[in-house]
């Protein structure tokens, strides 16, 4: 049987300019008082922004896997031409491994803008499993963003 645990998360998502947004995560194992423990996972890629509000995610893991994934991005609420809710459902499209790697079979994540934060859910099946939870993550914005000096 899993047991919870206290988990932290970094998400960085951004842009340089390209036609394409970098994502960046990282999580950890939190301690009762909020002190990190270890490092949990790491995972890098790029965001695809495509027409008709569509999006592809590629996604490469340390742990030996890569994945591209396909979904479809939603606004849910717009304010002063700002959007201030939307909603990324994504599935997983394919998923490459490499011969050390867990077999994950596939993949669904859902991201959502909701009151200034991101909330993001991960199920997952794998090593013959069905599909089910994997993680979920509510997340606030960190106030270290860079300034425009």
């Known amino acids: 049987m899993e047991s919870d645990i206290q988990v932290g998360q970094e998400l960085s998502i951004y842009s340089d300019g390209r036609p394409f ?18 490092p949990l996972a790491i995972e890098t890629g790029f965001w695809r922004p495509l027409p008709n509000n569509e999006v592809e995610l590629l996604l490469a893991h340390p742990t030996g896997i890569i994945e591209t994934w396909f979904g479809k991005v939603t606004v849910t609420g717009i304010e002063n031409a700002v959007i201030t809710g939307a909603r990324v459902e994504l599935k997983t499209d ?22 200034g ?33």
């Open 21 to 38: 947004l970098i994502h960046w995560s990282r999580t950890w194992e939190l301690s009762e008082t909020g002190e990190r423990l270890r």
């Open 94 to 115: 394919a998923i490459v491994r490499t011969a050390s790697a867990k077999q994950v079979d596939a993949g669904e994540r859902i991201y959502g803008l909701v009151d």
């Open 117 to 149: 934060n991101i909330g993001w859910v991960y199920d997952m099946a794998a090593e013959g499993h069905v599909m089910k939870s994997h993680s979920s993550f509510h997340l606030t914005k960190s106030l270290t963003e860079e300034s425009g000096a």
